[in-house]
């Protein structure tokens, strides 16, 4: 006698990219199932960078919280092609940066994975000091972001430059010069977008550049124990509802 034919119902899988540098991605990782686990249709794997890429691509959508972490050629194009067939990319924070310490101090970031850059549609090259900024909402009638009211952030302001066509949720204002990183010159183009759906072929990116968080090993072996924690937009309502509604997103619920 033949088994039935296993269905999933309404189960939808989720991927996790969860990993990286100079950040505190075990606290990021744990926020981040918390919220997966409130939804009750969803089954998440987990990895630390692309190499599975067999059940990344499997998954109904991805989910991304990482610093520095960068697939390579044959895995960009598997992501690329997953997107582009009609899936859906929640990405975070340092997904789309590639960071590289100098000699002379400053911090570079080399255009290694311009295809990645461009599935992401931006790349981070830069910030100011961390400080509070305010985040606006740049599109109010927007599911993602209605009624969210403009919020106060101490998290890293990303600086990037972008590509392709987008559509900013959230945004913020700065100009200035970052002397930390090889890309200081940030007078003019503004405002900067912090949230942006990011069409590519039949699938969809949304990017959120907030979430930085640190913790006391995080920057080793740059600095045996960095001096005080950092938690960023994870300690404001708004930024845990933007997840809540970014991953009803990634489920077709918005």
């Not at 744990?30 to 009750?40: D, F, G, H, T, W």
């Not at 985040?135 to 302001?157: G, K």
Request: proline share 7%; with cysteine.
């Amino acid at each position: 006698m033949s088994e039935p034919a296993v269905s999933k119902s309404d189960r939808l899988d989720v991927y996790l990219v969860a990993g990286g540098k100079y950040h505190n991605i075990d606290y990021a990782r744990l926020e981040l199932l918390k919220l997966i686990a409130e939804q009750p249709r969803l089954k998440v794997k987990i990895g630390a960078d692309y190499s599975d890429i067999d059940e990344i691509c499997a998954a109904d959508f991805i989910i991304s919280y990482t610093c520095d972490v960068i697939p390579t050629a044959e895995q960009t194009e598997r992501l690329c092609d997953a997107v582009r067939s009609g899936k859906k990319w929640f990405a975070l924070h340092g997904t789309n940066s590639i960071l590289r310490f100098l000699e002379d101090g400053r911090v570079e970031s080399p255009r290694d994975n311009e295809p990645f850059m461009e599935l992401m549609g931006s790349q981070f090259l830069s910030h100011p000091p961390i400080a509070p900024y305010a985040v606006e909402v740049a599109d109010p009638d927007h599911p993602l972001v209605r009624d969210i009211p403009t919020f106060s952030v101490d998290d890293e302001l990303y600086l990037c430059v972008h590509h392709g066509e987008q559509h900013t949720l959230l945004q913020t204002h700065w100009r200035g010069t970052t002397e930390a990183f090889v890309d200081s010159d940030w007078e003019n183009d503004e405002p900067r977008p912090c949230m942006y759906l990011r069409p590519y072929g039949e699938g969809q990116v949304l990017y959120l550049t907030l979430g930085h968080c640190r913790g006391k090993y995080d920057m080793q072996p740059l600095i045996e124990e960095y001096p005080e924690p950092e938690f960023g937009a994870w300690k404001t309502q708004e930024y845990y509802e933007l997840l809540r509604r970014g991953i009803r997103w990634a489920m077709d619920g918005l």
